[in-house]
């Protein structure tokens, strides 16, 4: 499986911005889908997660009422709006796929393939 990630760049806190995740080369809905990030200095944390049909989702606390994650399995891809961004959401995004849905969404452990990552920098 091949993710490719894009939507990133700079806004100011309180803008939107939405992030998608592009896959290729399995079948896009046997995927349980992720949304992870690593700000500079810091480990990478969990953002949100997608059931395989889009009927769970997952969020960190952090983001919870502010992001939405969702799919859209006919255009293969998972998308990350951002609403009410802040200061501290800067950092590099990255998408993830499981062939499972993970018993804890929020371990990187259960996700088998990753994108490359995409730069989101909010300036307060």
């Known amino acids: 499986v091949q993710l490719q990630a894009s939507g990133g760049g700079l806004v100011q806190a309180g803008d939107s911005l939405r992030l998608s995740c592009a896959a290729s080369?399995?079948?896009?809905?046997?995927?349980?889908m992720g949304w992870f990030r690593q700000a500079p200095g810091k480990e990478r944390e969990f953002v949100a997660a997608v059931s395989w049909s889009g009927g769970n989702t997952y969020y960190a606390d952090s983001v919870k009422g502010r992001f939405t994650i969702s799919r859209d399995n006919a255009k293969n891809t998972v998308y990350l709006q951002m609403n009410s961004l802040k200061s501290e959401d800067t950092a590099v995004y990255y998408c993830?796929?499981?062939?499972?849905?993970?018993?804890?969404?929020?371990?990187?452990?259960?996700?088998?393939?990753w994108g490359q990552g995409t730069q989101v920098t909010v300036s307060s």
């Open positions: 993830a796929a499981g062939t499972t849905w993970p018993p804890n969404p929020r371990a990187e452990r259960y996700y088998d393939y």
């Open positions: 080369g399995r079948t896009f809905s046997s995927l349980s």
